[in-house]
């Protein structure tokens, strides 16, 4: 059986993409397998919960009972695909927290596939945790995100060393549109008769990008 | 044959860990396998005995027969002996060592004999010091300092730190670090040793439930607190190789 994906995506900076990154995994993986599991860690910014509340709940690592409620299910291997949308906010302590109880060794050992997805950016905060991350997480499971909308240019410096996932940037009307609450990238699909807009062809490029990167994380570690 | 190791573990002061670092110790020398066994002071019920049953039995060190119990089996085949002496008897208990001729032995390098002196926050338990020195010729010496509530024990006072800290000369510092509230308190309830709660196994070694994170809590605490009886080279204290550790793989 192949191992439980656990996406953690994440970045020390607000309004980077996380949760629009979150919505695209959650959405493609219900369109893929039917169920997800996503856990919402952002209740600072405009969050999964508010976009997708039948498969999302949230979690609160203030506190080591919360942090208990979450990583008690994360490391569950029950076939179900995780994504967790993690807080600027709750970064350091979630990366200080899965460092010291073992988080991946437990995970190799159970089976499960953590996969980190590190929203870049230009700034010094996201220069200097990229690296510490590294420290942690093997290049295998860390994979970059070139947000165009955000980064705008290359990447930084090193945060270029595993593979990079590239979501190219929306024309703010589009962008707009897909950040309403009601908006779903799935139903897009399915009702937009016309395959060539932009949306359309956006929303099936990061599907078909989200595919290609579960299908190779996945083979290797299974 | 190897000489004899007792190891005394106590305090002056109720409530500063003496139990849960006798509990550290045994979990220690039991990943490096070396034989060992405890008593327990806290007569008639001990908290030691319940986690650790097997090894543990309760005495009173005041009466005659249980020193005896303690004392003359020394060379019975087990290696180590972990003494946790119970709150306000560690100066009683060093002073019953020095009639018997047990600190005369030690002295004379017939056993092996350490003490664990485990600090609470107030100057009355670092009062202690002092008078528990008055008895440590022939005996290794640590000064344990428990971190497990946040106490400083005047680190950011040098001159008070100073004075009680480097007042014995031969004493080796210890820290204990702080382990995770929850941690703790689930371990509690589990009564079992911090090695099968790690392993996540109840009593009589059945598969537990335990959280994954609170395994993983204990998990870290336990290798900092074996890395500093691995800095004290405890295993070379016993006569032991240290090897690869079961709890640590």
Known sequence: MNPTPVYIICSPRPLVGKTLLARLLSEFLLLKDGAVSGFDINLKEPSLLEYLPRVTETADIADTFGKMQLMDRLIVHDGVAKVVDLGFHAFDEFFKMTNEIGFLKEATRRNVAPIILFMADTDRVSARAYPTLREQIPLNALITIDNEYVVRGELPGGMALGRVLRITALPSFLKTYVDRQSFSFTDYLRSEQDSSTELHQWIRRNYTSLRELEFSLLAQKS | ?????????????????????????????????????????????????????????????TATSDQMKIFDTLNAGTSVTVIDVRAGLLSPSLASLRDIGFLDAAKAGQITFAVFHILGPSIASL??????????????????????????????????????????????????????EMAYEQVEVSSVPFLKFVANKGKEDEAANYSFVLRGYVRHWLANVWSEFDRIKLTDLVGAKPGVRGGEK
């Open chain 2, 1 to 61: 044959m190897a000489k004899p190791v007792v190891i005394v573990v106590g305090a002056d002061k109720g409530g500063v860990g003496k139990t849960t670092v006798s509990r550290t110790l045994l979990d220690y020398f039991s990943a490096n396998n070396v034989l060992t066994r405890a008593f327990d002071t806290e007569s008639p019920r001990g908290t030691l005995k319940r986690f650790h049953p097997d090894v543990t039995e309760i005495v009173d060190m």
């Open chain 2, 127 to 180: 009062d202690e010091i002092a008078e528990t020195a008055n008895f440590m010729q022939g005996a290794k010496y640590y000064l344990v300092k428990n971190f497990i509530n946040d106490t400083q024990f005047f680190q950011w006072d040098q001159a008070t730190y100073n004075s009680y800290f480097h007042r014995i000369k031969d004493a080796t510092e210890l820290t204990i670090p702080k382990l995770n």
